[in-house]
Structures are given as structure tokens and as C-alpha cells.
């Protein structure tokens, strides 16, 4: 992971969508580095798909983040949909 880099962010987003994909981001950064909730994450994933409802676009922003960041959006929600049909409640992503 880099310690310093920027979010893949489209200019055409208002200041609320931009919070909220920033807030996925920010979710997938903390399945890596210390776990999340998956409900919490799904939540957030969700609400990334309202702003952001083209897969395209979806898996470009996800590829731009991970070249930035070293985190995929996708393993992050892989894992999750993995770990719906058991008991597990927190994701932590430890491969990179």
C-alpha cells in the first residue's frame, strides 16, 4: 500500500456523492488494515451503486483505486458475498 495517493473521483459528482463514494473507499481501506462490519460494508457498497450505477464505470473506478491504493473494491465485496451464508460478521481482506 502507498501511504499517499487520491481517491478516483469524478468531477460531475456532487459534494454528496462524492462523500459517499469516499466513504466506500475508506471502508475497503479499512477491510485491509484492520477489518470491517460487512453489513457496514455492504451498506456502503450499495450506496456507491446509486452514485455509480454503470458496471463499467463501477469496475474502472474500482481498477483506478487499486492502482492508487493497492485495494480492490471488488475482493473487498467478494469476501463479503462469500461470508453472507455464514456467521461471520466482520471482513478483513489480508490478501494483497
Not at 468531477?11 to 475508506?26: H, P
Not at 463499467?56 to 458475498?81: A, H, N, P, T
Amino acid at each position: 500500500m502507498q501511504d499517499n495517493y487520491s481517491y478516483p473521483l469524478d468531477e460531475a459528482w456532487t459534494q454528496a456523492d462524492i462523500v459517499t463514494v469516499i466513504a466506500l473507499y475508506n471502508a475497503v481501506e479499512q477491510a485491509y488494515e484492520s477489518g470491517v462490519k460487512r453489513d457496514e460494508f455492504l451498506q456502503k457498497y450499495r450506496s456507491f451503486q446509486q452514485v455509480v450505477p454503470m458496471k463499467m464505470e463501477q469496475k474502472r473506478l474500482d481498477k483506478q483505486f487499486e492502482l492508487e491504493s493497492g485495494y480492490s473494491i471488488y475482493q473487498v465485496f467478494k469476501q463479503c458475498q462469500q461470508a453472507k451464508n455464514s456467521e461471520k460478521v466482520r471482513i478483513r481482506n489480508a490478501s494483497r
